[in-house]
């Protein structure tokens, strides 16, 4: 298996704070790679850095051999690596199928200027974008809700949208935080399968969750972060065997690991 | 509204403003109309420039420093460079999307109302530059710009000179209203493009439209430098149908009422600068028979309007019907 994501030493300090301490870490091709840890251990500013939304302290992301920390976050995504947020983002005065045209725009092959004089290009890529919007409606079992004004959506399909508004800028890698927050036991279980299901599309899905039964349900790999460290790195079963994270959740007060 | 219709309401929209408008003023006798609705043409392509900057999330309240720039602009290539009317407008226009670039790459990054301020300081700054300047000629301004002279391609006269017509004021009134025309329907365009979508996508959440690949920034300037171009291109008519700039021609005051025609007219819609402009200015005008009261009545109406209309005029449902592409 080859490595497509490289995380080598990376540290972020928040004044005195260390929410990222010297993490290295690498990620194979097409595996979906869940982070773990308590609140406030730091996983959200790792994606951050990932995703170059945040600055390095120290340390270095490469993505294929390319470093990619500390680029301008609309060049990372040109790269291939996508964030969805923590907090459900998407547009919220567009409809669900307009919130996916959107965000393909990374694949246009048309200038802005082609756009607005409706170049044959321009109308292309419209086409184009529309197609596979439907497309990816379909893929995610929501096109009877694609004309409806992202706003009144309820949590489920929120986060539906957000993994297709990821998933619509072809990325290569695409990183979830939390994707499964808020939903009840089916809905993760529909999220779950839609995950895995992602992974044939041929991203890599880099994944911060909560839900113990859901990461080790669709983890290949896991790596564990507590104030900043990494403590361990390993498949679900060696994680659930290993005695530091058991230490390290049981010591805190934030048991809802269901370990 | 299909194809079809809106073609129509644009050719009635047509007729009345080049043809019917024309002749009721010409059988009326009202000749001042002409300056009036002259003035509301170039005033709101000035405002549809503060209505983009909305559009990208930006509250706008220095649109009067390019309106002030770009009349300097022509007032100086028309009286000490002899460059021609017609070929300054468009360099007036492109100087202020210049410096809005350099001076956008810095303050575009500011939201809210830190934006704001940083552009009401803008038009303050553009007076006192204007007060300071040699070229500017100080606090006396320029006077006496010459008219617009013929313009013609390949020998071919297009427009004759302003000064051999017997109604200039017809003729400011075409050129005004004929740019309008123009703006209007280049920024409907722009707006149903995908670099609307991604403008609104600006105006909604910068951090997603990064992620999924905008660059936030270029877009950014793009939409502030069209809007400083609309900003200098109405004001350098405006002066130049005085035949003279000052630099209190356009004050912070003015900044202002280019914010308030787009809140009134309604920031949803693209048409929304040249109803709240209309509406502003002849508002004003009416109110003049209240003597002393003129601004407190007139303040009261535009908060009144405000709180009521909180989506501006044009959410109104006589103009809803054809008006419908936001709520879809
Ligand atoms: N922008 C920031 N400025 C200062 N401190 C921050 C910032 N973002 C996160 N932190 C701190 O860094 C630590 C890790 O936060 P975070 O990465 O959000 O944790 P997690 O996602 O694992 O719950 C926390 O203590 C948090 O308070
Ligand atoms: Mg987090």
Request: glycine fraction near 10%; aromatic fraction near 12%.
């Given at each position: 298996m080859s490595t497509i994501l490289e995380i080598n030493n990376v540290t972020k300090k928040f004044g005195g704070l260390i929410a990222n301490n010297d993490i290295s870490f690498k990620v194979n091709k097409q595996e979906i790679l869940s982070v773990i840890g308590p609140?406030?251990?730091?996983?959200?500013?790792?994606?951050?850095?990932?995703?170059?939304?945040?600055?390095?302290?120290?340390?270095?992301?490469?993505?294929?051999?390319?470093?990619?920390?500390?680029?301008?976050?609309?060049?990372?995504?040109?790269?291939?690596?996508?964030?969805?947020?923590?907090?459900?983002?998407?547009?919220k005065t567009m409809t669900v199928r307009d919130n996916i045209i959107i965000s393909h725009h990374l694949r246009s092959n048309s200038n802005l200027f082609g756009f607005f004089i409706g170049s044959s290009t321009a109308r292309n890529d419209e086409r184009e974008f529309a197609r596979s919007a439907d497309e990816l409606l379909e893929f995610l079992s929501?096109?009877?809700?694609?004309?409806?004004?992202?706003?009144?959506?309820?949590?489920?399909?929120?986060?539906?949208?957000?993994?297709?508004?990821?998933?619509?800028?072809?990325p290569k890698i695409l990183l979830l935080d939390e994707p499964f927050a808020g939903m009840n036991h089916d809905e993760t279980m529909h999220m779950v399968d839609l995950v895995s299901s992602v992974r044939d599309r041929n991203v890599t899905v880099l994944l911060v969750e909560h839900d113990m039964s859901a990461v080790m349900k669709i983890s290949d790999r896991i790596v564990v972060l507590n104030f900043g460290e990494l403590i361990a790195e390993g498949t679900p079963k060696e994680i659930q065997e290993n005695k530091i994270v058991i230490e390290a959740y049981l010591g805190s007060e934030d048991d809802s690991i269901g370990l | 509204m299909s194809k079809a219709s809106k073609l129509i309401y644009f050719f009635i929209f047509l007729v009345t403003i080049?043809?019917?408008?024309?002749?009721?003023?010409?059988?009326?006798?009202?000749?001042?109309?002409?300056?009036?609705?002259?003035?509301?043409?170039?005033?709101?392509?000035?405002?549809?420039?503060?209505?983009?900057?909305?559009?990208?999330?930006?509250?706008?309240?220095?649109?009067?420093?390019?309106?002030?720039?770009?009349?300097?602009?022509?007032?100086?290539?028309?009286?000490?460079?002899?460059?021609?009317?017609?070929?300054?407008?468009?360099?007036?226009?492109?100087?202020?999307?210049?410096?809005?670039?350099?001076?956008?790459?810095?303050i575009l990054r500011l939201r809210g109302v830190y934006f704001a301020m940083i552009t009401l300081v803008l038009t303050e700054v553009a007076k006192l530059t204007a007060m300071s300047l040699p070229i500017t000629n100080g606090a006396k301004g320029i006077s006496s710009?010459?008219?617009?002279?013929?313009?013609?391609?390949?020998?071919?006269?297009?427009?004759?000179?302003?000064?051999?017509?017997?109604?200039?004021?017809?003729?400011?009134?075409?050129?005004?209203?004929?740019?309008?025309?123009?703006?209007?329907?280049?920024?409907?365009?722009?707006?149903?493009?995908?670099?609307?979508?991604?403008?609104?996508?600006?105006?909604?959440?910068?951090?997603?439209?990064?992620?999924i690949g905008v660059n936030i920034t270029i877009l950014r300037i793009i939409a502030y430098s069209i809007s400083s171009f609309l900003g200098g291109i109405g004001g350098a008519i405006f002066i130049s149908i005085?035949?003279?700039?000052?630099?209190?021609?356009?004050?912070?005051?003015?900044?202002?009422?280019?914010?308030?025609?787009?809140?009134?007219?309604?920031?949803?819609?693209?048409?929304?600068?040249?109803i709240g402009t209309l509406f502003i200015y002849f508002g004003w005008d009416l109110l003049f028979t209240t003597g002393k009261y003129q601004l407190l009545i007139y303040s009261s109406i535009i908060i009144a309007l405000i709180l009521v209309l909180p989506n501006g005029l044009l959410s109104l449902r006589i103009f809803n019907k054809s008006n419908k592409r936001e709520a879809k």
């Open positions: 609140n406030g251990a730091g996983k959200s500013t790792l994606f951050k850095m990932i995703s170059s939304f945040m600055k390095t302290t120290s340390g270095e992301v490469l993505l294929e051999g390319k470093r990619i920390s500390n680029l301008a976050p609309h060049i990372v995504a040109r790269m291939g690596v996508v964030r969805t947020f923590q907090e459900t983002t998407i547009f929501i096109t009877d809700i694609g004309n409806e004004l992202a706003s009144t959506l309820p949590q489920g399909h929120l986060r539906t949208l957000g993994i297709a508004i990821g998933l619509a800028t072809n | 080049l043809g019917i408008v024309p002749w009721l003023i010409e059988i009326s006798g009202r000749w001042d109309y002409y300056y009036t609705l002259t003035s509301v043409a170039l005033l709101s392509i000035a405002s549809s420039g503060v209505w983009l900057t909305f559009y990208i999330g930006r509250i706008n309240i220095g649109q009067g420093a390019y309106a002030l720039a770009g009349g300097y602009v022509v007032a100086i290539l028309v009286t000490k460079y002899d460059v021609s009317f017609w070929l300054s407008v468009p360099i007036a226009g492109l100087f202020c999307s210049f410096v809005s670039m350099l001076i956008g790459a810095s710009i010459a008219l617009p002279g013929e313009l013609s391609i390949f020998g071919i006269s297009i427009i004759p000179d302003f000064s051999t017509l017997a109604n200039v004021k017809l003729a400011f009134y075409y050129v005004a209203v004929i740019l309008m025309i123009f703006v209007f329907a280049g920024m409907y365009r722009l707006v149903n493009s995908r670099i609307g979508h991604l403008c609104r996508s600006l105006q909604q959440n910068e951090e997603l439209a990064s992620s005085s035949q003279s700039v000052y630099p209190t021609t356009f004050q912070v005051a003015d900044s202002i009422n280019f914010m308030l025609n787009v809140f009134v007219g309604g920031m949803g819609y693209v048409f929304g600068p040249m």
